[in-house]
């Protein structure tokens, strides 16, 4: 049984700088892909950053590159998610997302990862 737990949400101004957590248990993140997935208020599912299957690459949404870095730690099977200069925009429920078999061409699609974190809220406003 896989399960996913994120921390580090909330409230924070415009500009500033939040982390976001995620720990794994049941399936070391090494053997599959993980990824950080946020779903803005009324909008869908949307891919933020995340590994390849085995850690080996990252990727990012253009919304977020130069301005996010993802990044974990095996000895903990913990992800993370480093958020600078936030906007308003960026405000969402952020979801940590894992699978074992997903392909490189669906990383960036939600169906293709079977398990998931209960979501944290972030929320970006002055």
């Known amino acids: 049984q896989v399960q996913l737990a994120e921390s580090g949400g909330g409230l924070v101004q415009p500009g500033a700088s939040r982390s976001l957590s995620c720990t794994g248990s049941?399936?070391?993140?090494?053997?599959?892909?993980v990824a950080w997935f946020r779903q803005p208020p009324g909008k869908e599912r949307e891919y933020v950053a995340g590994?390849?299957?085995?850690?080996?690459?990252?990727y990012y949404a253009d919304a977020v590159k130069g301005r996010f870095t993802i990044s974990k730690d095996n000895a903990k099977n913990t992800v993370f998610l480093q958020m600078n200069s936030l906007k308003p925009e960026d405000t969402a429920v952020y979801y940590c997302?894992?699978?074992?078999?997903?392909?490189?061409?669906?990383?960036?699609?939600?169906?293709?990862?079977?398990?998931w974190g209960q979501g944290t809220q972030v929320t970006v406003s002055s």
């Open positions: 049941g399936r070391s993140f090494r053997t599959g892909a």
């Open positions: 997302a894992f699978d074992q078999g997903v392909i490189t061409s669906s990383l960036r699609e939600p169906n293709a990862y079977d398990y």
């Open positions: 590994f390849s299957r085995g850690g080996g690459h990252t």
